[in-house]
């Protein structure tokens, strides 16, 4: 029984043609359009079928028959449209004026099972169940994930559930420091929080770290009051100092009047100038000044004044 893939054209060699008048000697060199045939088709499912055809000499052509020229065997080309389905299937094919018939069984297979058997490919499995035990999964892939992460190691070590395990990855995880002691040691921890040692009932307590991180003058709450106070301060600040903020308001302010002051030391004819470091423009500025009240002062609070400041001091009038 030949196989054949699935729904694709097959090319396959049928025969052998023997002549019926002389014997049993091979008819190599027939015509092929005086063949005549028929395909039967057998699935489980349904009552066979059948296609009779007539072969073309064309050789491309769905039903096409070439003669191979060598021990009565020839050629037949079968459509893919005959064999799109799994299951067997016969071929008969006489010449009466000149052959006896010839049969070939085939078996129709899927094209990834005919492919993982002759071609490079590697056979697709959809692995339902183990030791009918069915596969489930509780999110589509989680299978195929865990059997990659499984296999897809140089050298994979497995170890049956069945067995006893000692020093792999099971035998730790559930020994002395696995997942099952680790439970057992929060349980415990748990219990000594909520205030069960292991020596019996825990007590109140009185100066240890309880009582001073519980303590309203040096513990969490006291600093927590604190923090709270800084933070309502900085809150302050934060607002004073903004742009347009109060003492952003008054630090402008005084610096309008900073501004007016003369740069150090201070520009030549500055106010500051003629007190601190007075030139000779600023002296002969007093010096006229001065001269000025000499020459014009004539009354202080209401008592006239004698005098011309030079040769005769100014004074009262005597």
Known sequence: MKPLRRNTDS???VGSALDKTAGLGNE???????FSGVWVKESQSSAPTHTAFTPSATASDDWGMVAIGHGGAYQIKIPDSEIDYVGTASLFIWYDAESLPFQHEFIILPADMWDAQFAVIYQKVDLKSILATALTETSSGYLAAAFKKLFDVASPQLTAASKDQTGDSYAIINGDHGCVSIQDDID???TRIVGTLASGTHNAQSG???AIANSGT???SALKTLIDAITTDTNELQTDLTNGGRLDLLIDAIKAKTDNLPASPAATGAKMDMVDAPNATALAAIKTALQYLETNLKKINDVALEGDGSTTPFGPAT
């Open 11 to 13: 090319y396959v060699t």
């Open 28 to 34: 190599d060199g027939l015509t092929v359009t005086s």
């Open 188 to 190: 415990t921890l748990l």
């Open 208 to 210: 240890d770290s309880y």
């Open 218 to 220: 040096y513990g969490l």
